[in-house]
């Protein structure tokens, strides 16, 4: 009786398992698109020029929104992507300076009603009652609102008397959306989420005035 047993209960082991192999290799498979459409995101250009009243940052960012955020954004949840930029100074003889530190705030919001797209640019966090000192910008589609909040022109970073003529200058840039900023409600359900970490960072150095 035992003997005859036996050879089943392996074949029911076996079976178990390689449902089991199975199972796993779909979940790695299925994860795997996911992971490559966060690394599509990227810093596709960062450039930066001195003018006489300063420091100028150019850049165009790439970023692939997840499902989750684009799904928010298309059901009127307002989002708040953040742009930062850090100015620091090489020192030989010592660590690094930081020159400057700046921001600039991004709110991109659609409006069903008008089923248009409104894009507020500020250099500081917005409130209902600083939203009217922003750039308001509207667009028909999310695609054109996304192209003009990913393509930074002309941002000053630091001014021409923080910044030294002879000096190396390093920036760190990054863009992404600002989870702190969402609605209270998404704020919980968003922190430690994947689909919600939407960011990519660059750094590029410039010399002194005049170098090549």
């Known amino acids: 009786m035992t003997d005859s047993s036996t050879p089943c209960w392996k074949s029911v082991r076996r079976e178990r398992l390689a449902a089991w192999l ?22 596709t250009q960062l450039r930066l020029e001195r003018t006489p009243d300063g420091l100028v940052l150019y850049a165009n960012v790439r970023l692939e929104l997840p499902p989750a955020v684009q799904d928010a954004l298309t059901k009127g949840i307002a989002m708040v992507f953040l742009a930062e930029a850090d100015v620091v100074r090489h020192r030989w003889y010592w660590t690094d300076k930081k020159m400057a530190s700046v921001q600039r705030h991004m709110r991109l919001a659609y409006h069903p009603l008008t089923q248009r797209w409104r894009l507020n640019v500020a250099s500081g966090p917005m409130t209902p009652n600083s939203l009217g000192l922003a750039l308001n910008l509207n667009f028909d589609s999310m695609e054109e609102a996304l192209a003009t909040m990913q393509r930074i022109s002309g941002w000053k970073i630091a001014d021409a008397g923080m910044i030294e003529s002879d000096s190396t200058l390093k920036v760190d840039f990054r863009f992404g959306l600002d989870v702190t900023q969402l609605p209270r409600p998404f704020q919980i359900g968003a922190f430690g989420q ?17 170098a090549r």
Not at 23 to 43: K, T
Not at 194 to 210: F, L, N, R
């Open 194 to 210: 994947s689909d919600w970490k939407v960011g990519v960072s660059a750094s590029q150095q410039i010399g002194p005035e005049g």
């Open 22 to 43: 199975l199972s796993c290799l779909l979940f790695v498979f299925a994860a795997v698109p996911a992971v490559r459409a966060q690394d599509r995101s990227e810093v």
